[in-house]
């Protein structure tokens, strides 16, 4: 009796040295990169010019354009479109869409908010300094009071507290791609930027004046001086970080740089401001025909220089006031697999061509808007006043909610 428990036992302990040996053999055959959620298997990213990982899965949340378009660097001025309703983000660069993914946008109670804003600071590792110190890969930071796009959870409906949450693959792509001061359009619908012409529009001289950022002084070709107004917004509360993306480069550096300007219509204020980089030029009043009326909001942006003398290409993105399918709320927005149906309906000037017919601008502020002008500038119309968020080291940020 004693001999069959004996082996009894013995079968026991060699079954289980078989299965120790084989978890040991599953592990070994692990790949490294499984433990590193971020960085190895993007090794490859730079040699890849179609802003595809190589070793990327059939099925992904990223839907990128076939269009070889991207290299290391951009090769015009981008812009990004995040389209609440449909929990997406559009990359177009030179005016062109050259990259689609999914993302996860503010729940209810923290909602993203709407309207223009651009990119303030960037850092690969960062956590919140709100919420818990949370982990905000990839942070992208579009205002200082809180609001950035991250690698983060994706769930398939909004879920963070008012960032915009990227899949990992898409915010390392987009992180290495753009720079201080890219756009960032945030809608209800999905919006893109169409080519558009009028002649109030500006158009690009000759540079033929220096300017001291020091003094705000602006010397033309001519005797005559035109002193920039230096009247700043209120400013944020500061912040480290901040003072640590100031660039505290000395000002014969940065005035050699080529910085995109900034112009800012507002139908509320009837002003017109102006900002080079982050920082104000100068203000003055214009008139707006039917100052009553609205005229809605519209971020118009030059395209690259093609050559000298050259027509100069300009795009623009109308922002819809209202959501057109406001019957409810769409069901994307929540949990769970139901889906909508959305009509596509291409986005035409007429608009934004009717915006610019109201404005008149003097022609010395006209002038001296030309000649600041370099592709990447911008001229953004709304009804609203600067928000409360455009302060020192911003562009100008405009809500429209």
Request: charged share 20%.
């Amino acid at each position: 009796m004693s001999a069959v428990i004996l082996q009894r036992i013995m079968r026991f302990i060699r079954s289980l040295l078989l299965a120790a040996f084989a978890v040991c053999m599953l592990s070994a055959g692990t790949p490294s990169h499984a433990r590193s959620p971020f960085w190895p298997q993007y090794r490859f990213w730079w040699g890849d010019h179609a802003f595809r990982h190589k070793h990327q899965h059939s099925h992904t949340k990223s839907d990128l354009t076939k269009t070889p378009q991207i290299q290391d660097a951009p090769k015009g001025p981008l812009q990004i479109i995040i389209s609440i309703a449909d929990q997406r983000v559009s990359l177009y660069e030179n005016g062109a869409l050259i990259a689609r993914s999914s993302v996860s946008t503010g729940v209810e109670r923290h909602p993203t908010p709407l309207g223009v804003f651009s990119v303030l600071s960037k850092k690969k590792w960062h956590r919140s300094n709100i919420y818990s110190a949370a982990p905000m890969p990839y942070m992208q930071r579009i205002t200082w009071s809180g609001i950035a796009l991250h690698a983060g959870d994706l769930p398939g409906y909004p879920a963070s507290h008012g960032c915009i949450r990227l899949t990992n693959d898409f915010a390392i792509r987009l992180w290495h791609l753009t720079k201080r001061g890219t756009r960032v359009i945030i809608a209800h619908e999905d919006v893109r930027p169409v080519e558009i012409t009028n002649p109030q529009l500006f158009v690009p001289k000759p540079r033929v004046a220096s300017a001291s950022p020091e003094s705000g002084t602006t010397t033309l070709a001519s005797n005559d001086s035109v002193t920039a107004a230096t009247t700043h917004a209120p400013l944020m509360s500061n912040t480290d970080e901040r003072t640590k993306t100031s660039d505290p480069a000395s000002a014969g550096v940065r005035a050699q740089k080529v910085v995109p300007i900034s112009v800012f219509v507002s139908r509320q204020l009837n002003k017109l401001f102006v900002r080079r980089g982050f920082t104000p030029l100068f203000d003055l009043p214009i008139k707006i025909q039917n100052p009553a009326e609205p005229m809605g909001t519209h971020v118009f942006s030059t395209m690259d220089f093609q050559n000298e003398g050259a027509p100069i290409r300009w795009t623009v993105v109308s922002i819809p006031e209202k959501s057109s399918l406001n019957q409810g709320t769409p069901s994307k927005l929540h949990k769970g697999p139901a889906k909508r149906t959305i009509e596509t309906i291409l986005p035409t000037p007429d608009k934004a061509n009717a915006a610019l017919d109201r404005i008149e601008i003097p022609q010395d502020a006209v002038d001296r808007i030309s000649e600041l002008l370099t592709p990447g500038s911008s001229l953004i119309v709304s009804d609203y006043g600067i928000s409360h968020e455009t302060g020192r080291d911003t562009d100008f940020i405009v809500l429209t909610h």
